[in-house]
């Protein structure tokens, strides 16, 4: 059987919104066909919520951040997203008879009833308060948008121009057009059009308590750990990650720190050796070399020999590292409370414990640097252990490790996985059905549940 087009997916959502719909329902977006802006009113809206939870979309999470007035609805499909933004009428504080013009006026899609496209003049006019107050050119976006509203309606601009007091945004419409035209508004314009809206209209306060809250205040940011031995994709699922939060309006900075690297170990472990007299040890390592061909480091340095005399030199060593590594960690979260990013990590705690156990536990756990990894390193609200065998990790990529080190080291990361308690993904399975897992409980964790 043929699969559906893209076009015959966006227009089964539509049939489902005519069919939940009694009255008129305005679609505003353009182009996308995974994307559908939806503007409408208390009842549509109690409605279309019922049908997108039924339909499995899931609502946009408070864990990173609610819009100011849109409801943001996704589904998730592979390495796709289909969205849908609910956005309540009332929100702009006009007069019922005015809202009631911008349904009733707008055109009906062909072979619809209730899903309208908005008239001319309300397009200019939706568009001027959402964009009219900005300065400089208009984005490609914003005046392709335009191009098409105007295209074949030369008055569209005078009727905008005549209701837009009765939106409450009429310097907005006035500097919308200047920015279409090329003659950017004048400071004074773009002051007019920002306040205009926000001190005129209906439910004033309320409108106001809720743009108060959107404020870009510093908060704790998302935190989701992605996990896993080199080889077992786990790099693969954070870009694929940072890319559908990207598409969804979720900024996000990507944090990775290798367990032991950095300019500060880099040079306690120079100093550390300078004042023991310790040198690399430079014997032949060819089986080594061989069994583990991206081998970057001497498996047996004197230093480490030295070390490993004493426990408690060994278990401060591992120390120093471990608050080095979470401290990177901590730091990325840090920014992110400033720029309201979500944080995104190639390897957490999980990797960190595993590879302290591995390089500084062969004799004694090092309980204490663990305890400090755990304590300093930032809570994931969401983490997953991308686990893969062995024989696979090595096929995909040279390792610098032989194969009976990173048999112990995939040991390793199921033990602390299991003290964690973080799940465990099947990274041999497709890459797009771990992007789907992993972006769908993203998005749910984010809830809290």
């Known amino acids: 059987m043929t699969p559906p087009s893209r076009t015959a997916e966006r227009r089964i959502t539509l049939e489902a919104i005519e069919r939940s719909v009694a009255r008129p329902v305005v679609i505003t977006s353009r182009g996308s066909q995974r994307d559908i802006d939806v503007v409408c009113r208390s009842p549509e809206r109690l409605a279309l919520q019922r049908l997108l939870r039924e339909s499995g979309y899931l609502p946009r999470p408070p864990g990173i951040g609610r819009r100011r007035w849109t409801e943001q609805w996704v589904s998730f499909d592979g390495a796709k997203t289909h969205v849908v933004d609910l956005n309540p009428a009332e929100r702009w504080g006009v007069a019922a008879d005015v809202l009631e013009r911008l349904f009733y006026e707008a ?189 970057t480091w001497d498996p047996n340095p004197v230093s480490r020999r030295v070390r490993e005399r004493s426990p408690a030199l060994t278990s401060t060593w591992a120390a120093c590292v471990a608050v080095s590594t979470a401290s990177a960690y901590r730091r990325a979260e840090l920014r992110c409370r400033i720029s309201r990013k979500a944080l995104i990590c190639d390897r957490h705690s999980l990797d960190t414990a595993a590879h302290l156990v591995f390089q500084y536990g062969e004799r004694r756990r090092p309980t204490l640097a663990i305890r400090l990894s755990d304590l300093i390193t930032p809570r994931a609200d969401v983490a997953f252990h991308v686990d893969v065998p062995p024989d696979v990790a090595r096929s995909r990529k040279q390792l610098q490790y032989t194969g009976e080190q990173l048999e112990r080291l995939v040991e390793l990361y199921a033990l602390e996985r299991t003290r964690l308690g973080i799940p465990r993904l099947d990274g041999a399975s497709s890459a797009e059905e771990l992007a789907e897992r992993i972006a769908r409980d993203v998005w749910t964790g984010a809830h809290g549940g």
């Open 107 to 295: 055109p009906a899609l062909d072979g619809y009833r209730n899903v309208r496209r908005p008239s001319a003049h309300h397009g200019l006019i939706l568009l001027a308060r959402r964009s009219g107050r900005g300065g400089g050119p208009l984005f490609p976006k914003q005046e392709s948008k335009l191009d098409a509203i105007t295209a074949g309606d030369a008055g569209a601009w005078e009727r905008a121009f005549a209701i837009a007091p009765d939106w409450h945004c009429r310097s907005s419409v006035a500097a919308l057009r200047s920015r279409y035209l090329g003659a950017g508004p004048g400071r004074a314009q773009r002051v007019r059009a920002a306040l205009e809206p926000a001190l005129k209209g209906q439910h004033r306060f309320a409108r106001l308590a809720v743009a108060a809250r959107s404020l870009p205040l510093p908060r704790r940011p998302l935190v989701v750990g992605l996990s896993g031995v080199d080889g077992s994709g786990k790099s693969t699922q954070v870009n694929a990650l940072r890319a559908t939060l990207d598409d969804l309006g979720v900024p996000t900075e990507l944090g990775w720190k290798p367990v032991g690297h950095g300019a500060g170990v880099r040079f306690l472990r120079r100093s550390v050796k300078r004042l023991l007299g310790a040198g690399q040890h430079r014997g032949p390592a060819q089986s080594v070399v061989e069994d583990a061909p991206a081998l």
